[in-house]
């Protein structure tokens, strides 16, 4: 067996687990298909009776693993649905919006730094405790369970909430939300004058890095502002998260130093309603059920 065969046969074992794992989130003929290419892995690498593979034939069939992958992303975002992410396996999410879209209230040179570098590390920390973990559920080792339980809780919350917060901001943004958002949060706050007081003091007191959020609160049915230390502390296990403003230095000390009233302030220009909007009408669908 030549080097390429060896190599991709080394990755088959490495990854047949996860691939028959991923096979359940398949859908229709692409699950078919992907079935079919695994099978014929295993035929490869495991009959020892069968005949001789050449590297074109073998280099197809890893082609045709990745591109199925693709399809079936392709047909889950169609339906509307998160793509399955495989263990280890998140990514970054883009900009949706040029890095100095929301100058001059938040500094291209920020933006670049802020999504890049901080939110890329949350994604490769999250990926390593999942990988940990997933190595210690195979070896039986658990004596470092604890560590990597704490670095996902930490890196997991601070991907989501990064990836909310690009969601929630856009350039010629700010005003007031309108609709059944807007009677939501007067019904919820007294005023939009009295959320945004509560918001912006909730943002501003939080102790170190961390976050302000409003959220919806499926067991009260209604919206609650909440602080979020780090990212993962003083949350609730229930709430859904509509709105969140992200108060670690990296966040505006380049541009505002410690002025962080003048950050809350400004970022108030961004916030884009119509997107938080849309996370409420599907949230609010959410409710405990009482047994």
Known sequence: MNSYLLE??????????????????????????????????ENVFTDKDREPIGEQDISKLVEQVYALYEQNKAFVRAEGRQPFVPIGGHRLPPLPYPYDALEPYIAKEIMYLHHD??????VDGLNKAEMKMEEARQTGDFDLIKHWEREAAFHGAGHYLHTIFWEIMAPDAGGEPEGELLQAIERDFGSFEQFKEHFTQAADQVE????????????????????????QNLSQQDMIPLLVLDVWEHAYYL???????????????LVNWPAVADRYNKAKTIRWKLA
Request: no cysteine.
């Open 208 to 231: 170190g890095g961390g976050w302000a959020m409003l959220v919806w609160a499926p067991r009260s049915g209604r919206m609650e502002i909440l602080q979020a230390e780090k990212h």
């Open 117 to 122: 570098k901080h939110h890329q590390s949350y």
């Open 8 to 41: 991709v046969q080394k990755w088959y074992q490495e990854n047949k687990g996860q691939l028959e794992y991923d096979l359940q989130y398949f859908e229709g003929r692409t699950k078919e298909a992907f079935a079919s290419i695994l099978a014929q892995f």
């Open 255 to 269: 541009q505002y130093l410690n002025e962080k009233k003048d950050y809350v302030e400004a970022w108030w220009n």
